[in-house]
């Protein structure tokens, strides 16, 4: 069974940083695509960046030029480099993979960005 844990939310301010992480398990992780989502309540799970497993990266446009999503393949991990944080990217972040036999989540991260 894929596992899927994240770890590194918590509270900045406006223009604040945070580096969020991703540890996947019992899969073959360098083989899958890897997306981090997020979700804020009453609204559906949103893309916010995508890697490829060739390294192709992909974001929403509300984050380009101020996420960056990287992949380290021997540690099995997945990040996402968050700067220039805003009030609107307060949100639970949940890392992603998916394949043929459905779609696999972490339990998620808390991201508050507030003055």
């Known amino acids: 069974q894929v596992q899927l844990v994240e770890s590194g939310g918590g509270s900045v301010p406006p223009g604040g940083s945070l580096r969020l992480s991703c540890v996947g398990s019992?899969?073959?992780?360098?083989?899958?695509?890897m997306n981090w989502y997020r979700q804020t309540p009453g609204n559906q799970r949103e893309l916010v960046a995508a890697i490829s497993s060739l390294n192709r990266t992909r974001y929403a446009d509300s984050v380009k030029g101020r996420f960056t999503i990287s992949r380290d393949n021997a540690k099995k991990t997945v990040d996402l480099q968050m700067t220039n944080l805003k009030p609107q990217d307060t949100a639970v972040y949940y890392c992603?993979?998916?394949?043929?036999?459905?779609?696999?989540w972490g339990r998620g991260t808390q991201v508050t960005v507030s003055s």
């Open positions: 992603h993979t998916e394949d043929i036999q459905g779609n696999y």
């Open positions: 019992r899969f073959p992780f360098k083989n899958y695509a």
